[in-house]
T-cell receptor
Framework: DAKTTQPTSMDCAEGRAANLPCNHS???????VYWYRQIHSQGPQYIIH???NNETNEMASLIITEDRKSSTLILPHATLRDTAVYYC????????????FGSGTQLTVLP | DGGITQSPKYLFRKEGQNVTLSCEQN?????MYWYRQDPGQGLRLIYY???????QKGDIAEGYSVSREKKESFPLTVTSAQKNPTAFYLC???????????FGPGTRLTVT
């Protein structure tokens, strides 16, 4: 699975959009971009995933660049409950193995 | 409510004792996983199972054992051979390998 690079930490004001970047310059054609988050001392929570088109669900939007070398997770109206570590993961959809979690981005939503 | 349950949330054991962590899912998922997380670190795979009665070692299987006798259950035993068992243990499942994984709330094991 391709390696990803994320900033260590970010702050966002409550009610504003949180934009979390991820670089995955070695991504291959059959690898998807997944986003998970982990609130302190809880299990990770699946957020969204995509291949090449932008995706949106009730939690977030995922914007993938045309060359697929980077992506951005957007939380449109961040709340205090969105404070968590956000993980960007790139993996082959056919892979039966684990998700490889890096160190992620600590997002702190400020009141 | 469909989901994954892990019990107990906190577990304390003396060194040298084996301990079994429970993981149950009612999502009808075929694949199940056990991860270990140490403070400030990402997740590392211990074991995974794609179907009943079958499982494979992950990256850090030494000192652990699993069974998959039922589709909904994937218990993990931390044996006395595991050198540093104190950690946060997470169980996950997915409808099929390659799909998004859903995680349980975790069990925090402390061995003294």
């Amino acid at each position: 699975d391709a390696k990803t690079t994320q900033p260590t930490s970010m702050d966002c004001a409550e009610g504003r959009a949180a934009n979390l970047p991820c670089n995955h310059s070695t991504i291959s054609g059959n690898e998807y971009v997944y986003w998970y988050r982990q609130i302190h001392s809880q299990g990770p929570q699946y957020i969204i995933h995509g291949l090449k088109n932008n995706e949106t669900n009730e939690m977030a939007s995922l914007i993938i660049t045309e060359d697929r070398k980077s992506s951005t997770l957007i939380l449109p109206h961040a709340t205090l409950r969105d404070t968590a570590v956000y993980y960007c993961i790139v993996r082959d959809s056919g892979s039966a193995r684990q998700l490889t979690f890096g160190s992620g981005t600590q997002l702190t939503v400020l009141p | 409510d469909g989901g994954i349950t892990q019990s107990p949330k906190y577990l304390f054991r003396k060194e040298g004792q084996n301990v079994t962590l429970s993981c149950e899912q009612n999502l009808n998922h075929d694949a199940m996983y056990w991860y270990r997380q140490d403070p400030g670190q990402g997740l590392r795979l211990i074991y995974y199972s794609q179907i009943v009665n079958d499982f494979q070692k992950g990256d850090i299987a030494e000192g652990y054992s699993v069974s998959r006798e039922k589709k909904e259950s994937f218990p993990l035993t931390v044996t006395s051979a595991q050198k540093n068992p104190t950690a946060f243990y997470l169980c996950a499942s997915t409808v099929s390998p390659g799909y998004e994984q859903y995680f349980g709330p975790g069990t925090r094991l402390t061995v003294t």
